[in-house]
C-alpha cells in the first residue's frame, strides 16, 4: 500500500511513495502530529539522483522491522533538498556542526518543535564503514527520548541559538579593494593541485565558480598563472571520466585525484556553470577544444534535460537497472561489436579501455593524451593525427548509437527556477559569443516558460514545477539566478522584456528579502513559512549563494539602468564577507567574480540599428564574441531610442551615423566616438585608453 508521498511531484518523495515507513512530507500537519503525539522527528532529507539515497531507501525504509520501529516511535518526514532548500541549509549547518561534515541521504532527528539534537548522513542496516547501524541508532534515540529528555531538549535549544547566527551577521569595515582578490588569488593557488588541476584531493568537484574567478583575475592583471591553472584544470576535467565522453555533459564529482572515476549523476546546475566557463576559456584563448566542450554540453542539455514547453529538468540518476554508472561504461567486446576490431583498437587505445576495466571490471572513458597533445609530438605527423581525429568522430557517435539501445538511468523531471536561470544564461551567452541561434531560442524557450508557468497571479515565483504543477515559495537564489539569466537573454538579443522582468525580480527581492537593519538578503522571503531560524546565505558551494547572484544581477542593472542604489546594496553583501573572501576562495567563488565585475572600471557598450541589418549583426556579434567581463550591453532599432532612452540610459541619444548602425563604447565615463564597422568596434574592445578623437 503507498504511504502519504504518493500525492508528492517530487520524484525523489515518489521514490519512497511504496516504503513500508508511514511518511510525512514536511508541513504544519506532520510537526501537529509530532507534538500531539510527543514523539520526536526522523527526518531524511536527500535528492533523486542521489546514489547513497537509494542504498540507504533499499536497506533500511524498505524493511520492515526498521519502519516499524520509525513508525512506533517517530514521526518520519521525508524532503526532497531540491524542492526545499530552505529546510535543507538550516538542518545542513546543524549536521555540519555536529559532526564536522555533512551530505546526502541526511539524517536527522529533531524535537517536535523542529530543533534538531542528533544527526548523520547514510546509516547503514547492520554495523560496517566503522559506523553504527541504522537500528542501533534508532534505539539510542528512542532511549534518550524517555530517559534524558531535559538533556535533548537543553542540546536543540542551544543548537537553535546556533544556528541563527546568520541572521546576526553585520557588514565589516574596511576598503573594498582589489587586493582582496589578490589575497583570494593567492589562497586558491595554494589549495590547487599542480599535477591533476583543481582544488585539493579527493573527492573532487569541479569547482567552474573558483575556475571563473581564476579567467577573471587573468584578465585583470595580465598574470599568466591564473589562466594557465584554469586551462590546465578545465583539460583535466573534459579529458577525464568525470565528462561524459559520448554524450556530452558533466557527471557529479570525482571520487579519486584524476577526475577518472566519477559518481555518475548528471547535474544540471554543474552543466550550466561549466558551459559557461569553457566558453569563457574559448572566449581568451580561441583554442577549438573548450568551444567543443561548450557545445557538447550544452547540447546534452537541450537533447536530455529539456521539457517540451521550455523548461530545464534537475537530474539524471547514476544508477540504472539497479547498478551505478551502467549506462556509462563499457567493456573491450561491447566496443568491438560496435566499431569492428581494427577501429575498436585504435578507439580503446585512445579512451585507455582495457581488459581489466578501471571501475568494477568495465572501463569509464577518458583520454590521457588529447588529440591537441598528440599533434604537437615532435614525432607527430599531420595526415596521421587527421586520420585519427576523423576516426574518433564516427566511433563516437556510433558508440553514442550503440548506448543509446541501453537502459537509461532515470530522470529528475521536475524544473528548478534558480537552476533553469543558470541554465538561461549558459544558453544566452553560448548562443550570441557563438553565433548560435538554437541556443539563444531555447534560453528565450526558457525564459518565456518561467514567466509564464512558475509565476503566481502577483509575479512572485515558484521554485519547483512538475507535470503542469508549480509549488514551494521561490528562495532569494531564485529571483536572483532567473534575473541573471533574464539580463543576458536582454544582452544579446536587445528584447528589453527580458531587461525589465529582470528588474521587476530584483525588485520583489528588496520588498521581501531585503534586511533593512543590517543589510543583504535572507535566503526566504519575509511571508515564507516560519522555520527555526531564517538565515542569509553567502557560501557559493555546488552552485551560486542567493546572495552572490543578486550582488552580480544588481551590478549590471546598475550599469545597464544607470541605478546606483542596485550598486549600494552590492556593497553592502560585499562587506558581509570582505574579511572570508581572502581566506576562503573556494567557498566564495561567485561572490569573488561579483566582487572583481564591482571593482573593475565600468564598460558600455550601446548599438543602435535594425535587427535584421547584417552590419547591426557583425557589431553585435563582435561585442558578443569578445571576453569582456567588465562590460554591459546594450541595444535597440533607430524608432525605439526615444521610448526606451528614458529606461535604459545607455540608448538615450544615440542615432544611426552616416545612416548605417553604429556602436558606443564608454568606460570610465569617457566615451569613444561611434564606430559603424566591426574591425573598429573590435580595436576599442580591446584597447585601454577611450578613443576621442576623430
Known sequence: MPNRLIHATSPYLLQHAHNPVDWWEWGPEALARARAEDKPIFL?????????CHVMAHESFEDPEIAAILNEHFISIKVDREERPDIDAIYMDA??????HGGWPMSMFLTPEGEPFYGGTYFPPVERYGMPSFRRVLHSIIRSWREQRDQVNRSAAAMRRNLAYTADLKPQPGDLTPDLLDAAFDSLAHLYDDYEGGFGSRPKFPQAMALEFLLR??????DPAPLAMAEHTLRKMANGGIYDQLGGGFHRYSTDDHWLIPHFEKMLYDNALLARVYLYAWQITGKPFYRRIVEETLDYGLREMTHPLGGFFSTQDADSEGEEGKFFVWTPEEIRVALGDAVAEMVMRYYGVTERGNFEG???LHVEEDLDALAQRPDARPEHVA????????????????????VKPARDEKVLAAWNGLMMRAL?????ALNRSDYVEAARRNAAFILEH???????????WKDGRAQFSAYLEDYADVAEGLIALYQVTFEPRWLFEAERLLEIIHQHFWDDVQGAAFHTADDHEQLIVRRKDFLDNAEPSGNSAYASAAIRLARLLDRPDLLERAEVIFRFMRHRLPAQPT??????CALDLFLRPSREIAIIGEPDDPAMQALRQTALRSYLPDAVLAGCAPHQVEALGSRIPLLAGRTLVNGRPAAYVCRNFVCNLPVTQADALAAQLHSEEPNTKG
Not at 549536521?95 to 564536522?100: F, Q, R, V, W
Not at 586520420?387 to 541501453?406: M, V
Open 44 to 52: 531524511s532529507i536527500g535528492y533523486a539522483a542521489c546514489h547513497w
Open 95 to 100: 549536521l555540519i556542526a555536529m559532526t564536522g
Open 217 to 222: 583575475q587573468h584578465a585583470r592583471t595580465g
Open 362 to 364: 568495465k572501463n569509464i
Open 387 to 406: 586520420y585519427l581525429a576523423e576516426t574518433l568522430t564516427e566511433a563516437r557517435k556510433r558508440l553514442f548509437e550503440a548506448r543509446e539501445q541501453r
Open 428 to 432: 544566452a551567452e553560448a548562443g550570441g
Open 454 to 464: 512558475m509565476q503566481d497571479a502577483d509575479g512572485r515565483l515558484f521554485r519547483s
Open 587 to 592: 567557498g566564495f567563488g561567485h561572490l569573488l
